[in-house]
């Protein structure tokens, strides 16, 4: 019993080790050798099952054995009754299948679309598929035109015709095929309307240096459609503009100078007339591919005429609007002076190092701004005002991020060290007095109150501004050395914490600039009261209508401050 038991396990073994084994090339040729096997499909037609082996051998599948693709078929084929399954090229093509698949191919195979292509349509049968490289393939540029033609017949004669398939035709691999217009895997239509027909299609080679000079094509015609009403408003979203197709045609592209082109003078008017009804040949004479910085070379009256009046009127722009800048600029400092000379400035506001300190906080703090936006924005007036030298940006942020922190740190020394720093810092500490005082403004600003806040030497403004910059100065501190030294950073702390530091660094920067704007700018240059400027940072006085009308305890704090600390004996009266 035990020695039957121990011979069934050891057949069956036997039969799935066998089974395991795949199946030899030579056990599939001893059939499909034969030149005249042939099958009938389900539609009546006759399929040769002949493998040609010397073919397989030149293939892109000659390192692969029947049973690679063909792993269904066991020994028993055909015996057994089965029809083989279609070939998953997916087994070992996994990316191209998944590209495939959102493709217009792709997707009309999915709805159900028997017509639809599918690799073998392209590629080839699997026994004889060869490198796009090989002048065999159907995927040869040069052949490639005819693969697809098979079922796009129309548009294949059309391409065969236009200066493409002619440039093709001489063997030229710089002229497009099928696939480099609608992708490969991917197919894609271009539908009218467009722009990535613009943008990325037609531009990828008529932006090419290389490829207009062998050709002797013009360079500027991607940027000069670009900068026109059509490629500005594509650029921007709008999904009726036209593109170049809409102009050029699709497959068909021919040169203005033959006469059934739809850029030939003489078809100009309708197609501009399929964007443009009632368009008449004096409207189609208007240039797309204008270059207004040129005059143009093909004696075209129009263009030289534009060129002209837009040299006469930048010279008229420049000379008008520079006259009256300089004019004007020379009456706001004659009348700037005027009012600084009649200020009267007399009441100390700051001493000379807080006012050094202010100077040296604003040029570095304006200028971490410029190229902190030039280097967010690379694409940004910021960035166009610095120049193309991204390295310069970077460092030139550097070493003002480095000197707002060297002020910082000189500001600390000067609130320990010095009498009139503590006494600043003890002035400008928050007290319930700010919450009353915005209490009594709010209502005086509404209208409500005639009385609007009396204020010391500090009042809730300045204080929010000094505590502010004290903050956003520690944390754009801390963020932008974090993002600086990020090699090193990252040997202690996750990544991600860098990235999150980035973010806050970004925000804080947008957040301190607008207050810097809305808030500090309106107090120290656009109040009407002190306007064009608070002299205070440069002179460290200001009048005293403005400081009496501003701060009117002031003085009260300053008189009780001295006389807190005058000696008892200095108070005694004289005898």
């Not at 070992?92 to 495939?100: A, M, N, P, R, V």
């Not at 040169?255 to 003489?266: E, F, G, K």
């Not at 040299?311 to 706001?332: D, E, K, P, Q, S």
Request: net charge neutral.
């Amino acid at each position: 019993m035990k020695c039957g038991v121990f011979t069934a396990t050891l057949v069956i073994l036997a039969a799935l080790a066998a089974r395991a084994e795949p199946i030899a090339d030579s056990s599939c040729m001893d059939c499909h050798a034969d030149k005249d096997l042939w099958k009938t499909n389900a539609a009546g037609v006759g399929v040769s099952l002949f493998v040609d082996l010397e073919k397989v051998k030149a293939s892109a599948h000659k390192t692969n054995s029947c049973a690679s693709c063909h792993s269904d078929i066991t020994e028993q084929h055909p015996d057994d009754g089965k029809s083989p399954q279609p070939v998953d090229c997916g087994s070992c093509h996994k990316e191209q299948t998944e590209t495939y698949g959102a493709s217009t191919h792709g997707m009309a195979l999915a709805e159900g679309s028997a017509g639809a292509a599918g690799c073998v349509d392209c590629h080839g049968s699997g026994h004889s598929i060869l490198p796009p490289t090989s002048t065999e393939s159907q995927l040869h540029y040069m052949r490639i035109g005819e693969t697809c033609g098979a079922c796009h017949d129309e548009e294949a004669r059309e391409v065969l015709e236009s200066v493409h398939g002619e440039a093709l035709a001489k063997g030229y691999r710089e002229a497009p095929t099928c696939t480099d217009c609608h992708s490969e895997h991917k197919i894609q239509k271009l539908s009218a309307g467009s722009q990535r027909a613009s943008a990325d299609v037609c531009s990828s080679c008529h932006a090419s240096e290389r490829i207009n000079t062998k050709f002797k094509m013009p360079s500027d015609r991607v940027r000069t459609f670009f900068d026109s009403y059509h490629g500005l408003a594509g650029k921007y979203g709008s999904a009726t503009a036209a593109n170049c197709s809409s102009c050029h045609g699709v497959h068909k592209i021919l040169p203005s100078s033959n006469t059934n082109s739809t850029i030939h003078p003489t078809n100009l008017a309708e197609t501009c007339g399929k964007c443009h009804p009632g368009a008449t040949e004096n409207f189609a004479q208007s240039k797309i591919h204008v270059d207004a910085s040129s005059a143009g070379s093909d004696g075209d009256v129009g263009t030289l005429t534009n060129f002209w009046v837009r040299r006469i009127y930048l010279i008229l722009i420049f000379g008008t609007i520079g006259f009256m800048a300089l004019h004007n600029g020379a009456v706001f400092v004659k009348k700037v002076r005027a009012r600084y000379q009649s200020a009267h400035l007399e009441v100390p506001r700051m001493d000379l190092s807080q006012r050094l300190q202010h100077m040296v906080l604003a040029a570095s703090f304006i200028w971490l701004a410029i190229s902190g936006f030039a280097l967010k924005f690379p694409d940004s007036w910021f960035a166009w005002m610095m120049g193309s030298n991204e390295q310069l940006r970077s460092w030139s942020h550097r070493v003002a991020g480095v000197v707002l922190l060297l002020v910082g740190a000189y500001h600390i020394y000067y609130v320990v060290a010095n009498r009139k720093g503590r006494n600043l810092v003890k002035d400008l500490m928050p007290t319930p007095k700010d919450a009353r005082d915005l209490a009594v403004n709010a209502k005086y600003l509404a209208g409500i109150s005639p009385e609007k806040a009396r204020i010391g030497r500090f009042g809730y403004a300045e204080k929010m501004e000094y505590w502010a910059v004290v903050w956003g100065t520690v944390i754009m501190g801390v963020t932008g050395l974090m993002v600086w030294f990020k090699m090193e950073v990252t040997q202690f702390i996750p990544r991600w914490i860098v990235d999150v530091g980035l973010t806050i660094h970004y925000y804080e920067a947008i957040l301190a600039c607008l207050a810097i704007i809305v808030w500090h700018f309106y107090h120290v240059m656009f109040d009407p009261d002190i306007y064009p400027l608070n002299w205070a940072c440069i002179n460290g006085k200001v009048s005293k209508h403005w400081h009496e009308d501003e701060h009117p305890l002031e003085n009260i704090e300053c008189a009780r401050a001295e006389q807190a600390v005058v000696k008892p004996e200095e108070a005694k009266p004289q005898a």
